[in-house]
């Protein structure tokens, strides 16, 4: 039986309960998702509850970070700190 909680896809005649419905309802949001879920399919968001990011996934155990907010921009430029762009939180 496919392991939902791992991120894997629902197989033909598997019941599901209302456990896994909320997660599927709540976006999978958990800590850690790209530690917890070594069957996320591809294609799939996943909400992490630490940091409050956004993940897609690509591939088998390979995560992008979706980026989110107001990007901050100063002369027409995108301003980076740490070679990461920086973000205003939308209010």
Same mark, same amino acid.
């Given at each position: 039986?496919?392991? +939902?909680?791992?991120?894997?896809d629902m197989i033909a005649?598997?019941?599901?309960?209302?456990?896994?419905?909320?997660? +599927?309802?709540? $976006?999978?949001?958990?800590?850690?998702?790209?530690?917890? *879920?070594? &069957?996320?399919?591809?294609?799939?968001? &996943? @909400?992490?509850? !630490?940091? !409050?990011?956004?993940? $897609?996934? +690509?591939?088998?155990?390979?995560?992008? &970070?979706? *980026?989110?907010?107001?990007? *901050?921009?100063? @002369? !027409?430029?995108?301003?980076?700190? @740490? !070679?990461?762009?920086?973000?205003?939180?939308? +209010?």
């Amino acid at each position: 039986m496919a392991d +939902i909680k791992k991120g894997a896809d629902m197989i033909a005649g598997q019941c599901m309960g209302y456990q896994q419905y909320n997660r +599927i309802k709540n $976006h999978w949001r958990q800590a850690d998702p790209r530690t917890n *879920l070594d &069957e996320a399919t591809v294609g799939v968001i &996943e @909400d992490d509850s !630490n940091s !409050n990011k956004l993940y $897609h996934v +690509i591939a088998a155990g390979a995560f992008l &970070e979706i *980026l989110q907010g107001k990007i *901050l921009c100063g @002369d !027409n430029k995108v301003l980076c700190a @740490d !070679n990461k762009v920086l973000f205003a939180a939308y +209010i």
